[in-house]
């Protein structure tokens, strides 16, 4: 069975910073796309980072370009979502979504998701 479970969420001040953790356990391929999605209240969910598991190459939303930075530990099987000068806009819940066969916003193409992470930067 393939589990995804974040963990790191929280409040921050303005400008402060966060990291975000995907734990992964069950998945049996080896090549794939992980990414991070949000999710604000009244708003569709939106991709922020993924990552793609052979060649490590990622991909940010424009938003957060020079803000966060996603990466992977392969030997914990861990997903991370480091981010830095954080705004009030990126108050939302965060997913960490897995395993899709391509690396594309789209949510379809991500087969497994994680239960999300809280995050309110206040101003």
């Known amino acids: 069975q393939v589990r995804l479970v974040e963990s790191g969420g929280g409040s921050v001040q303005a400008g402060g910073s966060l990291r975000l953790s995907c734990a992964a356990s069950g998945y049996t391929g080896s090549s794939y796309c992980m990414a991070w999605f949000r999710q604000a209240p009244g708003k569709e969910r939106e991709g922020v980072a993924r990552i793609y598991f052979r060649s490590g190459r990622t991909y940010y939303a424009d938003s957060v370009n020079g803000r966060f930075t996603i990466s992977q530990d392969n030997a914990k099987n861990t997903l991370y979502l480091q981010m830095n000068s954080l705004k009030p806009e990126d108050s939302a819940t965060y997913y960490c979504?897995?395993?899709?066969?391509?690396?594309?916003?789209?949510?379809?193409?991500?087969?497994?998701w994680g239960q999300g992470t809280q995050v309110t930067v206040s101003s």
């Open positions: 979504a897995g395993f899709g066969p391509v690396c594309v916003w789209g949510e379809s193409s991500y087969n497994y």
